[in-house]
């Protein structure tokens, strides 16, 4: 059986004039920790191969315990201990900066204090309280335009309304998408290829996408199917522009900078 450990968020505080506790701990503040716990642990889109998070709370005030594979605990025991070797969440991806920056907002807002420990040895400890200050990465991010295409798996939304789109090999995507642009599209796509045109915010190092900052453009229709006379087509289109070019393959790997 697999090695287990955790990782403990600790929140004091008070609500009103009563003590903190898990019968004065609201069911909204529960589903953001959550959240974040997971943005914590595992920061990459796809999560579907992650190992299971069981999770238990206990008194005293609040303690929130996230049990997960030993590997992924002491991993995180090792990041506590850079942000505080650093006293910054620059480093680190940017969902998991985003969630160390959201338990901020919520020390501030809330007036709570937040300790952060594993069940490692000596563990590392981060506190997070209202005077912390961790910002995230900005000049690295910019405003892009993104294609994605795969299979819709939902759509609609009574207050948020958006489209689920899921890339093989990488991830399933959720894009704000305009209700008026969903009552009139003709066609029912769900369960069916389409490509959607999206804004949003890509790294420029790592490639990440923002997966929260997605908005809808244009729906795109394609085929999967190889199409040999429309690429051929293409290829003569694109011919002059490539008239001065010796050698298009050795142009086209410098221009990649790898070998292919």
Do not use: C
Not at 183 to 188: M, S, T
Not at 199 to 227: C, H, P, W
């Amino acid at each position: 059986m697999e090695n287990k450990g955790f990782i403990e968020i600790h929140i004091t505080g008070k609500k009103g004039q009563l003590s903190l506790t898990p019968e004065t701990y609201d069911i909204s503040e529960l589903r953001a920790i959550l959240g974040h716990a997971e943005e914590l642990l595992f920061p990459a889109l796809e999560r579907k191969n992650r190992p299971i998070i069981a999770y238990e709370i206990k008194d005293g005030s609040v303690r929130h315990l996230f049990k997960t594979s030993l590997q992924v605990v002491i991993g995180f025991n090792a990041v506590l201990g850079q942000i505080q070797e650093k006293k910054a969440i620059d480093f680190l991806e940017y969902p998991t900066a985003k969630a160390f920056v959201a338990l901020q907002e919520t020390a501030k807002k809330q007036n709570y204090s937040f300790e952060i420990s594993t069940s490692v040895d000596h563990t590392n400890r981060l506190s997070i309280d209202p005077s912390t200050d961790y910002t995230l990465p900005t000049d690295e991010w910019v405003s892009a335009e993104l294609y994605f295409y795969g299979d819709i798996t939902n759509m609609g939304g009574k207050t948020n309304p958006n489209v689920h789109v899921s890339v093989p090999g990488l991830a399933s995507f959720r894009i704000q998408t305009p209700k008026e642009t969903l009552a009139h599209y003709e066609h029912n796509p769900l369960y069916k290829p389409l490509g959607i045109r999206a804004t949003g915010r890509q790294n420029m190092a790592t490639g990440e996408v923002d997966a929260s900052s997605l908005k809808f453009v244009e729906f795109i229709e394609y085929s999967q199917e190889y199409d040999e006379n429309y690429i051929n087509s293409l290829i003569d289109k694109a011919k002059d522009s490539w008239a001065d070019v010796e050698d298009a393959d050795e142009w086209l790997r410098d221009l990649r900078g790898a070998d292919y």
